[in-house]
């Protein structure tokens, strides 16, 4: 028997969060209009999908709050 739309989503979902490296999670937010449009003409000039645009900036930041941790607080970012 064909699978509804519904549990195609839902097979798709639990199969992309198992997929990749590290799996990927699902964030659902609303943004002002002023972020949104700063988004796109960002992720356009990069030539990047939204959604990679804003992986490579988390990413970044993450690295530089990193950099200026002492080794304990590196411990306790790492466990949040």
Do not use: C
Request: proline share 0%; net charge positive.
């Amino acid at each position: 028997m064909a699978l509804t739309g519904a549990e195609r989503q839902k097979r798709f979902r639990e199969n992309r969060r198992l997929s990749g490296e590290n799996g990927y999670r699902q964030i659902n937010m609303w943004i002002s209009t002023e972020a949104y449009e700063a988004l796109k003409r960002m992720a356009k000039r990069e030539g990047v999908t939204q959604r990679e645009f804003i992986e490579r900036l988390l990413v970044a930041a993450q690295e530089r709050i990193m950099r200026g941790l002492s080794d304990t607080e590196l411990d306790e970012y790492l466990k949040a």
